[in-house]
């Protein structure tokens, strides 16, 4: 257990899992003064679109016991910001508009990350200019990001967003895109090309593509 926090004078327990926020269906019912079981009816509705692991995490009933002590015969389902997003998108009363904001604005992010350099800094008696790395990461990628998106029903631009929003937990990708500019000449035209042009993005992306894809094809 992690503490309570207010969300529009109605108290939620916080919870996390792997050091990231997440809420539970009843939360979600709660903060939104909804009758029990809308937001799990939303969910088996639009499951399609859901992508496990990204937008949610399922947990069984014992690890559902140890972890957050909820007794949940059938398991429970963890959901996360992005999930949250996505399932409360006919939520819109002006209660929703306000509980929404406060739960991005104020619990999804209240947890500051500790974000790497983007780079280290060279030794005072290091003056190798560093040489950034283009590669073919889209096209190399693009194939199985299609089938991804196919598969499980969401667009590209969602799995950019999910890309880059996953990258952004451990490096500063504004601090990314200044030293882009800085050595191109301009700005990506695109978010999702700073990925290929930094090597460490290029390997974090893969690795997170494999993890959806483990969880999509398992």
Known sequence: ????????????????YNGERVVTFKDIDMVHQRADGTASRNFRKNKK?????VDYIRRNSSEAKR???????????LVTESGYLLLV?????????????????VYFKVREVQKEPYYKEPLADDFTPRVP??????ERNKGRMYRLCRDSGNSRSYLYHCIL??????????????????????????????????????????????????????
Do not use: C
């Open 1 to 16: 257990m992690n503490g309570v926090i207010t969300i529009e004078n109605t108290e939620m327990q916080i919870r996390e």
């Open 89 to 105: 998108k006919s939520f819109t009363d002006d209660l929703s508009w306000k509980v929404q904001r406060q739960l991005v604005d």
């Open 165 to 218: 929003n996953r990258l952004s937990e451990r490096y500063d990708l504004n601090a990314a895109r200044e030293i882009y500019k800085n050595e191109v000449g301009s700005y990506p035209e695109y978010p999702i090309d700073i990925v290929k042009y930094f090597p460490e993005l290029e390997q974090d992306a893969d690795k997170f593509l494999d993890r959806i894809e483990r969880m999509t094809y398992r």
């Open 49 to 53: 679109h859901f992508i496990e692991g």
């Open 67 to 77: 972890e957050y002590d909820i007794i949940a015969p059938n398991g429970l389902t």
């Open 133 to 138: 790395i283009v590669s073919d990461w889209y």
